[in-house]
């Protein structure tokens, strides 16, 4: 095993002791699993017991566990359902399956058994899982969150993505600096996957368009690509609750048409031989690991392209085969668009309608508009997707002819009805023509789809009110909101089998069915008993979440302190700078009065910047830089620890979600578009400090306002102050305790060996602060103090957790994707 596995190996000590909700084993299911283990070692892997590594037991394991999901596969594919889901996404962010497939299958207890029979635990085999990381953040958990749900509520669908070789990159700290290495998580195959060589489909690129007349008047346009790339389908079982139903996910693989060019390697030009096939395999060599600006390389627009034209050839291909007549392709597919990246599955589909089976315009744009949805995740300007039209034209010359031709009838439309004036109509306009021109590619999935969805009620009705607001009025019922949910089964099940545990005894075992049960924990919440025994589970889990931070970071952590946690990509508009200079003040508070009885806290970061996002970067360093001079003062020892995880990830996130009493969801309101990891957090009983945003509106909604901190400007508060000249310097100058935080932070305190390290973040909140940490700074502090006086009285801290957990069943994403289901997909759940 590599070193670089180890490291972004999840903890082993953390998964132990687990509670499975499996009433009974029998022992001769142990007994035949085994054996299928045994043999997949033997005659799969090619090892036998006592020469196997963890890798190879964990490879073992899967695929016995892969037989059984197939043969639920064959059930769920027995017949043909009447309608399907197609979820196209550049990103799932899956991380490991192993615990998902046991637990859906109900086989945790037994395959613990099975392997302990031979000696092996299964913690270890768990942990020597690769994540799958292919995804950045939020919009990939989020889309490996609908493909658990839809899988256990029997909702027919097919995920559609992208099978990189290399997922998000691992991320070290040097000296507090984040370093980048590439992620391997196929170095020793994925036992999860079946290759599908027989759904393999050309995509073309660049070349010209030809016209020919079909017949009087009518006009036929034709692609000659002058490259082509062949994608080929792997897919992975997503097994549902009670493995009642299995779904797929069907991930392209880019490979060259030839492997080597014969004729230039046997002139000599052996490395030139081998060009094609690296340009080729490029597309789906590595992920982009940038959540936070659209920086519109070719070889991104090559990989949206890609993946969408793979996924729309291989689902008409299957409604022919099912249906024979495209024209019923709204009856029987529902194709969501993941934020704009598949968004040219908007011309995509239009061609392949169009050129391939003859449809004309009007029934082909019917067809499109009604097949497709659009999610939209971010409404900062800096991740909207544009493209140069240059770009489009060269790469995909048909597709900018159609985009073109929508254009011009939408705008058309417009003229019609009286809104043809200049700024309006620039407003609407598919190309932006401000900056020279480009293509807006969330007005080009707005026009497409026929329902256009945000993520949160606040950040659908930002949505209506500022990005989409001139298309908004065009179609006021295109827009409607699904709130994001998170699967139960992994942040809750799997990843707390002990709270899980305590919650069946609380109300019965129908809870893991219906989570709208865990309502009924309100009753105990206030129960002596009930609260010592939630604690002592947040306990076991801090205690175990304390070794990993010492084995990763070298920094001694208390468990009986109160753990604060923020965990997420680190961006300015997420504010771990406000929760950083927050964390320099209390360290001044502390030792200018090192005699109260402060409330002992560690608080604990993890997240990874986007390689080239240098104030984010910054911003890692200075946390580390400020772990460091506190955690060596022996003034605020006990008191204050601050403690920067590497390398976040999925499972890491697993470990530290169960063992976290506060949850920081801190972001500029009107800039998170709504957030998972707030929902996992407060699932799991941490209370959550939060800003007016996204979906901690809701969560505040029902977990009740006495049971969160909320704090800062609301989203209208931040538009109002923004336009208020030198807003900044004000708030600077009438807080006392900020500026004492920025002078430290400034003089050079944190980082004596390079006194104006953090001078650039000091300036810019100085002069600029574009995400009004200055403006939020006191009453921040204000409710940190009110946590701190919160988790003095247990008592009242515990009923407040037990009721967050009690609360939060309504951000299932069952309950999305029965929303998406019924008002987007209009298809049948189970
Ligand atoms: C944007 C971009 C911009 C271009 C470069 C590559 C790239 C890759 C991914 C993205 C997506 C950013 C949007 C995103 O992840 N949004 C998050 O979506 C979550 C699920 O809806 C939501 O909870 C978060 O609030 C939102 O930030």
Redesign the pocket.
């Known amino acids: 095993m590599t070193a670089q596995r180890d490291a972004s190996a999840a903890p082993a000590q953390v998964r132990q002791g687990r509670v499975s909700p499996e009433r009974t084993i029998s022992g001769n299911a142990v007994a035949e699993l085994r054996e299928a283990i045994v043999a997949k070692l033997a005659y799969a892997i090619g090892r036998t017991p006592a020469n196997a590594r963890e890798r190879d037991w964990f490879a073992a394991t899967a695929l016995a566990l892969r037989d059984r999901i197939v043969d639920a596969c064959m059930d769920s594919e027995r017949s043909i359902p009447n309608k399907r889901v197609y979820y196209l996404s550049l990103?799932f962010l899956i991380g490991r399956l192993l615990s998902d497939a046991m637990n859906n299958l109900g086989l945790v207890e037994t395959t613990r058994a099975a392997l302990r029979e031979l000696g092996v635990d299964l913690g270890d085999v768990e942990a020597a899982e690769p994540d799958a990381a292919l995804g950045?953040?939020?919009?990939g958990r989020?889309a490996a969150c609908f493909m658990e749900s839809m899988a256990s509520l029997s909702i027919p669908a097919i995920g559609y993505g992208i099978r990189y070789d290399h997922g998000l990159f691992r991320q070290s700290l040097e000296d507090g600096w984040q370093k980048e290495a590439p992620e391997t998580w196929l170095a020793e195959g994925n036992p999860w996957e079946f290759v599908r060589p027989e759904a393999t489909y050309s995509v073309g690129f660049g070349g010209h368009v030809t016209m020919s007349s079909v017949s009087e008047g009518v006009i036929r346009r034709h692609w000659h690509p002058a490259e082509t790339v062949r994608a080929v389908a792997h897919d992975v079982p997503v097994v549902g609750w009670r493995g009642r139903h299995v779904n797929t996910l069907r991930l392209w693989k880019a490979e060259a048409e030839a492997p080597v060019d014969l004729a230039r390697f046997n002139g000599g030009d052996h490395v030139g031989a081998l060009a094609g096939r690296a340009r080729a395999e490029a597309i789906s060599r590595v992920l982009?690991p940038?959540?936070?600006?659209?920086?519109g390389q070719e070889l991104?627009l090559r990989q949206e392209y890609f993946f969408t034209s793979a996924s729309l050839q291989d689902l008409v291909r299957r409604h022919m085969a099912e249906r024979g007549d495209l024209r019923s392709l709204a009856d029987h597919a529902a194709i969501q668009l993941n934020?704009t990246?598949p968004a040219i599955a908007v011309p995509e589909l239009m061609r392949l309608l169009l050129e391939d089976h003859g449809l004309n315009w009007e029934d082909a744009w019917h067809i499109t508009t009604n097949t497709l949805g659009y999610t939209n995740?971010?409404l900062l300007p800096e991740?909207l997707?544009t493209w140069p039209v240059e770009l489009m034209e060269r790469v995909l010359p048909r597709h900018m002819q159609i985009i073109y031709l929508i254009n011009w009838m939408h705008l058309e439309e417009q003229g019609k009805h009286g809104r043809g004036n200049a700024a309006q109509l620039a407003s609407v306009s598919l190309i932006d023509e401000s900056h020279g021109k480009r293509v807006r590619m969330g007005h080009l999935a707005f026009l497409g789809a026929r329902r256009v969805n945000g993520?949160s009620a606040l950040h659908t009705d930002l949505m209506r009110s500022t990005v989409f607001k001139d298309l908004h009025a065009l179609d006021t019922d295109k827009i409607v909101n699904k709130t994001?949910g998170i699967t139960f089964r992994r942040w809750l099940h799997n990843a707390n089998p002990e709270l899980t545990a305590l919650a069946i005894e609380a109300v019965g075992p129908e809870v893991l069915d219906t989570p709208e049960l865990l309502t009924g924990l309100a009753d105990v919440a206030s129960d002596p008993n009930f609260q010592s025994r939630y604690a002592a589970m947040r306990r076991s889990r801090k205690a175990a979440l304390a070794n990993v931070v010492t084995e990763r970071t070298g920094i001694a952590i208390d468990p009986s302190a109160l753990f604060d946690v923020q965990i997420k990509r680190i961006h300015e508009y997420k504010r771990q700078l406000l929760n950083v200079i927050e964390t320099v003040a209390l360290y001044q508070a502390i030792k200018a009065d090192p005699k109260r009885d402060w409330t002992p806290r560690v608080k604990i970061f993890g997240g990874k910047a986007a390689p080239s996002y240098v104030q984010a970067k910054l911003i890692i360093k200075l946390a580390c830089d400020v772990a460091k001079v506190v955690n060596a003062d022996p003034d605020v020892a006990g008191r204050l620890t601050v403690a920067f995880l590497p390398n976040y990830s999925v499972s890491l996130a697993e470990a530290i979600i169960p063992a976290a009493d506060l949850s920081e969801q801190i972001s500029t309101a009107g800039m998170?578009?709504?957030?998972?990891g707030n929902m996992k957090l407060a699932l799991n009983g941490a209370l959550t400090i939060g800003t007016l945003d996204?979906a901690n509106i809701e969560i505040r909604d029902h977990v009740g306002p006495e049971n969160i901190f909320i704090f800062g400007l609301d989203a209208a508060g931040v538009q109002a102050r923004m336009a208020e000249p030198n807003y900044a310097e004000a708030a600077i100058a009438a807080s006392p305790r900020l500026k004492a935080a920025l002078d430290l932070i400034e003089s050079g305190r944190f980082s004596p060996e390079e006194p104006g390290r953090f001078r650039p973040i000091v300036d810019d909140l100085r002069h600029n602060d574009r995400y009004l940490l200055t403006v939020d700074f006191d009453d921040y502090w204000r409710a940190q103090r009110a946590v701190d006086a919160a988790w003095n009285d247990p008592t009242a801290w515990w009923r407040a957790a037990i009721l967050n957990t009690a609360r939060m069943a309504w951000f299932s994403s069952d309950r999305s994707m029965r929303e998406y289901a019924e008002e987007i997909w209009r298809v049948r759940v189970g």
């Open positions: 990103e950045n953040g939020g919009l989020l982009y940038s959540d936070s600006s659209a920086e991104r934020d990246h995740h971010t991740a997707e993520v994001n998170e578009a709504s957030g998972t996204g």
